[in-house]
Nanobody, 124 residues
Framework: QVQLAESGGGLVQAGLSLRLSCAAS????????MGWFRQAPGKEREFVSA????????GYAESVKGRFTISRDNAKNTLYLQVNSLKPEDTAVYYC?????????????????WGQGTQVTVSS
């Protein structure tokens, strides 16, 4: 089992950047594929980005391609999401998630563990 804790959210103006982090407990972080999802008020949770266990494969939602960068540091048990050129429509609670059985997934059904989320609010 792994426990996840996101941090790094906040209130920022459009065009600026944030770096979201997700700290994982346990010694087996490198055995989990990881992903970022987000949920805006009144909307369903949506895929943002995902990364394979060793970081060799990454994927992004079309809406964030070219602006967001996912990475992981397995030695530090930490997942990151660099979010640049933020837009008001990026406002959401951002969740990290861990997949035990897959090397990569862009579907929330593929994830077994979830963090509590960190709020990102982008003002225009």
């Amino acid at each position: 089992q792994v426990q996840l804790a996101e941090s790094g959210g906040g209130l920022v103006q459009a065009g600026l950047s944030l770096r979201l982090s997700c700290a994982a407990s346990g010694r087996t972080f490198s055995s989990y594929a990881m992903g970022w999802f987000r949920q805006a008020p009144g909307k369903e949770r949506e895929f943002v980005s995902a990364i394979s266990r060793r970081g060799g494969y990454v994927g992004y939602a079309e809406s964030v391609k070219g602006r967001f960068t996912i990475s992981r540091d397995n030695a530090k048990n930490t997942l990151y999401l660099q979010v640049n050129s933020l837009k008001p429509e990026d406002t959401a609670v951002y969740y990290c998630a861990a997949s035990r059985g897959r090397d990569y997934s862009d579907n929330s059904d593929g994830y077994d563990y979830w963090g509590q989320g960190t709020q990102v609010t982008v003002s225009s």
